[in-house]
Nanobody, 117 residues
Framework: VQLVASGGGVVQPGGSLRLSCTASGFTFSDYTMSWYRQAPGLERELVASITSAGRTSVGRTTNYPTGRFTISRDNAKNTVYLQMNSLKPEDTAVYYC?????????WGQGTQVTVSS
């Protein structure tokens, strides 16, 4: 099983990034896919999730103001995306993707997002 996250980088406040996480080694379409993030000294927190049926949810604190982050998936490409707009310095963190289904739980290696002027 592999989850390879990419798309992180350095962006100015107010900018946008799109993260990607490509999966292999399991039936991607059967799993709920999620993005989490962890800033130094803080706990890992949920950013957004998308179920196998395509239902989405976002973390209340990470997506404030609402609508900044959008999660989507392409089952044909075994890839989940996180579109992040109106980025703020407090969005700086390592972003991780996660695949979950019942007792199965897989994590990717993380991609660094830094929001700084």
């Amino acid at each position: 099983v592999q989850l390879v996250a990419s798309g992180g980088g350095v962006v100015q406040p107010g900018g946008s990034l799109r993260l990607s996480c490509t999966a292999s080694g399991f039936t991607f379409s059967d799993y709920t896919m999620s993005w989490y993030r962890q800033a130094p000294g803080l706990e890992r927190e949920l950013v957004a999730s998308i179920t196998s049926a395509g239902r989405t949810s976002v973390g209340r604190t990470t997506n404030y103001p609402t609508g900044r982050f959008t999660i989507s998936r392409d089952n044909a490409k075994n890839t989940v995306y996180l579109q992040m707009n109106s980025l703020k310095p407090e969005d700086t963190a390592v972003y991780y993707c996660r695949a979950s289904k019942l007792r199965d739980n897989y994590w990717g290696q993380g991609t660094q997002v830094t929001v700084s002027s």
